[in-house]
């Protein structure tokens, strides 16, 4: 199995600002997905992060508000560019091992953004 | 449109009693899982299954492939079992991107 670390874990942040999360993952996976959970929402894939290339995006998911990297099989980042109150939300870094498609899931980023 | 529905929404429940939970789902997937939300947000992977059944302590899941359905069951339910309940499928042919039921609310009263 694979632990995944998330930070931060929570913010606040002022409309127009830019925030970067981290996910580190205690092991090689061969995926890694990033999610967004609206309140009340179910989880909505932004993109799949890809080892040394850029992101796939999911349909309204745009790479200049959601840049992502992925510089090693086991560590990605998120960033919320630009941001407003409408991206208040829990993001989710995810990994699924290839092998035996077993997903894991880091413990969420709680962003406020006044 | 894939869909994935989940019933019920909401769930309260007593301490003790037995609790079923259950996704349906419109086409051929390759696996499903059952995911465990906890009020701070996190998610624990409970099961992934593409048939049959599986047990783990007081939690069991199933799935029925012909009937597109599956069902997740907590005996002796506990207070710390109260968090969200989500299915979530990937879909034969798709890139490997779930598709998440919106989950289901637990609560388990002592």
């Known amino acids: 199995s694979a632990v995944i670390s998330q930070k931060p874990s929570r913010d606040i942040c002022q409309r127009g600002t830019s925030l970067t999360i981290q996910c580190q993952v205690d092991?090689?996976?061969?995926?890694m997905f990033w999610y967004r959970q609206q309140p009340g929402q179910s989880l909505t894939l932004i993109a799949t992060a890809n080892q040394g290339s850029e992101a796939t995006y999911e349909s309204g998911f745009v790479i200049d508000k959601f840049p992502i990297s992925r510089p090693n099989l086991t560590f990605s980042t998120l960033t919320v560019s630009n941001m407003s109150p409408e991206d208040s939300s829990i993001y989710l870094c995810s990994a699924r091992q290839g092998s035996t498609g077993e997903l894991f899931f880091g413990e969420g980023s709680r962003l406020t953004v006044l | 449109k894939n869909e994935v529905e989940q019933s019920p929404q909401n769930l309260t429940a007593q301490e003790g009693e037995f609790i079923t939970i259950n996704c349906s789902y419109s086409?051929?997937?390759?696996?499903l899982h059952w995911l465990q939300q906890h009020p701070g947000g996190g998610i624990v992977s409970l099961f992934m299954l593409s048939s049959g059944k599986k047990k783990h302590g007081r939690l069991i899941a199933t799935i029925n492939i012909q009937e597109k359905h599956s069902s997740l069951h907590i005996t002796a339910s506990h207070p710390r079992d109260s968090a969200v309940y989500i299915c979530a499928v990937r879909y034969r042919g798709s890139q490997g991107n779930l598709i998440f039921g919106k989950g289901t609310k637990l609560s388990v009263k002592p």
């Open positions: 086409v051929g997937i390759s696996a």
């Open positions: 092991s090689q996976v061969t995926m």
